[in-house]
């Protein structure tokens, strides 16, 4: 069984940093990423990174944020500096199998304040 463990959200200052990882249980992934969901709003990307080291990030926190990947350890981390009041929500850590099967873990909070 596929399980994705997300640590290191928190409450921060507007300005701060945090970092967030994510270790998946098993090694296959093609792609790992980081989405959010702010209370209202629909789960957006944040930032993924494929398996050959390609990365993709929402316009939002481009320059900002930062993600990278442990391929021999399977985990995907989330670099975030320069946090602002509307990077507040839940974010989730995604793993996408080389079958195109979709496993999430299980978020973790972040709040920044203004």
């Known amino acids: 069984q596929v399980q994705l463990v997300e640590s290191g959200g928190g409450l921060v200052q507007a300005g701060g940093s945090l970092r967030l990882s994510c270790a998946a249980s098993?090694?296959?992934?093609?792609?790992m990423g980081w989405y959010r969901q702010a209370p209202g709003k629909q789960r957006e990307l944040v930032a993924a990174?494929?398996?050959?080291?390609?990365?993709n990030y929402a316009d939002s926190v481009k320059g900002r944020f930062n993600i990278s990947r442990d391929y021999a350890k399977s985990t995907v981390y989330l670099q975030m500096n320069s946090l602002k009041p509307e990077d507040t929500a839940v974010y989730y850590c995604?793993?996408?199998?080389?079958?195109?099967?979709?496993?999430w873990g299980q978020g973790t909070q972040v709040a920044v304040s203004s």
């Open positions: 995604n793993a996408r199998s080389t079958t195109g099967s979709d496993f």
């Open positions: 098993v090694r296959i992934f093609s792609t």
């Open positions: 990174v494929s398996i050959i080291g390609r990365t």
